[in-house]
């Protein structure tokens, strides 16, 4: 009955989401709030009885649109399903917002905060109603190879001991990483910055769902009250297994489940399929530690010691100056072979090393030479550079978020690409180097992009490249979320509505995003650059921008042509004829008010009329000569009036007085011969 | 030495057409007699006229030369219609009115030199004057529809330099 009332009751006019769903400003969601953004009530258009939740991904973070599509085609119990993504337009804030709409949840969050306790079920409870269920939700994460990255007990909707399955929240309204607290991640993730973790692998879920399950059997998160960095030592230093079970009292079960999920490497970390097996009753034998070798003899960095590879990699990544000396110095490759006894390793730092010196010395060395030899070190880990610890699949997200924060590690970033450490990272990797080949591939390929400096390439361009579901980072765009070319000229003009933020509706975001989303050709770009004149700058924007609203519409762009119309000022200044200059001027007005770009574009660069122009100004100057001639001759005229009055007037009377001289003598001859016929 | 040459060449051969003109005349009036040309001495300003214009096309002579041929014409008539003897040429000769006529009809000529360039001059400064206005008036509607760079002949590449293009 409740129901039914709630289904009648009228929610106002919603905010569409592509059509088919409503989202509703006025309904705020706040328990429902996701990583990416807060949650509002959304309904289908034409469906009142599907109660559904939209995030609003209004926290600046760039939502994983690339994964929606396989979301939406997850349906599974114990998966809150995506019904739908896109953009909504948010009047309040004039903005536009990417938006995910899920099926609303059938129970509240099960762990409103990490730090509660909860009571502890039974081992068949758990097995049944929360292990299973959320077995068949990786599986399908598996089968789509999708990472949902944000697997733990605050995102999961359940009640303790419920038969209904639990249901994992949202995953997408932010990159994978980005909301997930780091003793969900694994080690080498946890080193990362959130934003630099990447899109991680499957077994980076099945990892997550580890820690959950771990914290669900206990009733308590055993971190509790440890800071992040504490909690990555201690599964440094134990083991995630060990720091998270410890010595506790688990069911065998249990135990060989975790151990199976809490392996940290991921090369031995249970999958999907192997839960699947283990929920069947195959049972599955997990090494007992995986926690990292010791040395014979500790190595000390920065005044602590250390006695295992990662923790040492970490050390020396954060103590560049004193890296470098150990490095030089050959102490670290003497630990490594005689304490660890490791000689392949102590081999690839030899190499790393080497290598570096014989490329030459470059800027920032000493970093570079550090970052090889960590990623020498610890091959699995993340690259770390200058402060930044990235794994080599975060670098995208981490560029794309610098550049919408104006963060200051766009320097580094860009050195960790025209380095090369992705390439080194992927070379270092032993077993799974084949996958990462394309990976390697993809950033050779950014290499020279990012050393380009003209519109269309630079860092810019390869944040589009890296990430291809980024919305255009423009500053202007930023609250237009522009995910294709299509709508950039509707944003554009919608942004003109308010005064033009910027001189010119272009910038090297906007450049970069349509060489690689419109897949435009360099030498476009290359006329917009600082460097050409502005002339050619106006003509090249005015050509791209009258395509683009050929091809995608809109048919009407006012605002879009009167910021354009300054721009093109030298065009019509090209015209020699200052009457035909404003003729041209007013007839660019008259487009402008048509918003027609490309009609703005014919009445300004038609070549007929420039060729006229340019022969009706040769003709004018030949003219001008003739007539500065002319002049000349005249004024001399004037200054010998004497000579005009002779040359001219003199023939005249010699003329005047011939012909009165000879009517006078036809007259006296007539008179002569008429005297003599009458004689 | 060639150009010397020339240029001592064209008096000389104007001066023999000078020479040949008055064999002519002298031939001419040699079968009339004297009579004739004692009425002739009407034409004495034409003679003058002749020495005196140094116009190329011989205006002056022209003008003065055909008035004054016109005014002798009618006692030449005259004479020989008397029988051109030598009382007849005297008594035109001794009438001051011939005289007034024949030297009359020469002055009108002057006259004419003196007036009628002075007119004519003037008529046509006038018209120079107002075509230099026109003129001027055009090149500044040229300056004023194409800008400075039409008075030049620069190339175009630079013009549009010039117009910050």
Partial sequence: MADEERQKENWGEGL???????????????????????????????????????????????????????????????VLRLREG?????????????????????????????????????EDSINHYFVAPLIKALLEFQRMGLMHGSIRPTNIFWRDGSTTPPQIGDGLSAPAGVGQPDMFETIERAMCQPIARGTGYHTDDCYAFGVTLAMVILGVNPYKGMDDRAILNLKMEKGTFNSLVGARRLSAGHIELLR?????????????????????????????????RRASRLFSVAGKDYWQLRPLSLALARNVGEAVK??????????????????????????????????????????????????????????????????????????????????????????????????????????????????????????????????????ERVAYELNPMAPCLSPMLLKACVLSPKRLLAALEHVAVSGPPASEPMDRHIAAFLATRDKRRDALFAAMGPGETSLRRGLALLALYGELQYRYGPDQLPKVCAWL??????????????????????????????????????????????????????????????????????????????????????????????????????????????????? | MAKAKAAGKAPKAKGSGMMIFFMIIIGCLVPFGMPTLLVCMGLLP???????????????????????????????????????????????????????????????????????????????????????????????????????????????DIVRQHKGV
């Fill in chain 1, 326 to 459: 150990v490095i030089e110095d050959g102490s670290l490759e003497k630990w490594l072979t005689r304490a660890l006894v490791d000689t392949e390793r102590a081999k690839s730092v030899n190499e790393s090393v080497k290598l570096l010196k014989e490329s030459g010395k470059t800027a920032h060395y000493q970093e570079q030479l550090v970052t090889r030899v960590c990623i020498a070190l610890d091959p699995l880990g993340p690259i770390h550079y200058r402060g930044l610890s990235v794994m080599p699949s975060g670098v995208a997200t981490l560029l794309a978020e610098t550049i919408v924060t104006g963060g200051s590690a766009l320097q580094s970033i860009s050195e960790i690409i025209t380095s090369q450490f992705v390439t080194f990272w992927v070379n270092m990797q032993k077993d799974v180097k084949v996958d990462l080949v394309p990976l390697a591939q993809l950033f050779e390929r950014m290499r020279p992009i990012v050393e380009k400096p003209n519109f269309g390439n630079g860092l």
């Fill in chain 1, 16 to 78: 569409s989401l592509e059509g088919r769903v409503n989202v509703y400003p006025n309904k705020a969601l706040p328990d429902l709030a996701s990583a990416g953004g807060v949650a509002f009530a959304a309904r289908y258009r034409h469906d009142v009885s599907q109660e559904m939740m939209a995030i609003i991904c209004s926290r600046g973070q760039i939502a994983r649109a690339e994964a929606v599509n396989s979301m939406r085609a997850i349906d599974c119990a114990s």
């Fill in chain 1, 565 to 679: 119309l300054p721009l093109l000022e030298p065009c019509m200044k090209r015209f020699l004829n200052k009457p035909f200059q404003d003729k041209v001027r007013a007839q660019a007005k008259e487009a402008v008010g048509k918003g027609d770009i490309n009609l703005l574009l014919k009445r300004i660069d038609d070549p007929t009329r420039v060729h006229g122009d340019e022969q009706d100004f040769l003709t004018a100057r030949l003219m001008y000569q003739n007539i500065r001639k002319e002049i000349t001759f005249l004024e001399e005229n004037l200054r010998n009036k004497d000579n005009v009055m002779r040359e001219t007037g003199r023939p005249v009377a010699a003329a005047l007085a011939s012909f009165m001289a000879i009517v006078f003598i036809a007259l006296t001859l007539g008179r002569a011969i008429l005297h003599s016929l009458l004689m």
């Fill in chain 2, 46 to 156: 034409t003679l003058v006229a002749l020495v005196t214009d140094t116009d190329e096309h011989r205006s002056s002579l022209a003008t003065i030369g055909y008035l004054n041929v016109a005014g002798v014409l009618p006692f030449l008539i005259e004479l020989w219609q008397k029988g051109q003897t030598m009382e007849a040429a005297v008594g035109i000769l001794r009438d001051p009115l011939s005289w007034v006529i024949m030297l009359g009809s020469a002055g009108i000529g002057h006259l004419m030199l003196y007036t009628i360039p002075v007119i004519v001059g003037s008529m046509v400064l006038m018209r120079q004057e107002a075509r230099l206005r026109t003129l001027r008036e055009g090149i500044k509607q040229l300056e004023s529809i194409w800008g400075p760079d039409v008075t030049n002949a620069l190339s175009l």
């Fill in chain 1, 86 to 122: 896109g953009v909504v337009h948010w009047p309040a804030q004039n903005a536009h917002y990417y938006t995910l709409a899920y099926d609303r949840p059938l129970a509240e969050r099960y762990w409103k905060t990490l730090d509660e306790a909860h009571p502890v079920m039974s």
């Fill in chain 1, 260 to 292: 199976g999920l809490l392996m940290d490497d991921a090369r031995q970390r249970w999958t999907a399929e192997d839960l699947e097996q283990w929920s069947t009753g195959r049972r599955l034998t997990p090494k007992s530690s995986d926690a990292g």
